[in-house]
Nanobody, 123 residues
């Protein structure tokens, strides 16, 4: 069993930066693909970024490419999402997730989820 806890959310202005953290406990997640998703009220959970466990290869949604960076520190059992040049449309609850399978875009590929952290970007 894996427990994930996100932190680092907050209220910022457009153009600001934030770094989200996701710390795992219960077991090491260095063999899991780790993803970040976000969700706003009334909408489905949206893929943001993923990092591969094998070679740290990353992929991200077009809406955040060039602004958000996912990384991991296996020694700390932690995954990060660095968010630069934030926009009001980035406002959402951000969730961390772990996949022992393919990972990638669909939320259904992920077995474990954190409780989420709110990011609010004002214009």
């Amino acid at each position: 069993q894996v427990q994930l806890v996100e932190s680092g959310g907050g209220v910022v202005q457009a153009g600001d930066s934030l770094r989200l953290s996701c710390t795992a406990s219960g077991q090491a997640v260095f063999t899991y693909n780790m993803g970040w998703f976000r969700q706003t009220p009334g909408k489905e959970r949206e893929f943001v970024a993923v990092i591969n466990w094998y070679n740290d290869r990353t992929n991200s949604a077009d809406s955040v490419k060039g602004r958000f960076t996912i990384s991991r520190d296996n020694a700390k059992n932690t995954v990060y999402l660095r968010m630069n040049s934030l926009k009001p449309e980035d406002t959402a609850i951000y969730y961390c997730a772990a996949s022992s399978g393919a990972g990638g875009f669909p939320p259904r590929e992920y077995e474990y989820w954190g409780q989420g952290t709110q990011v609010t970007v004002s214009s």
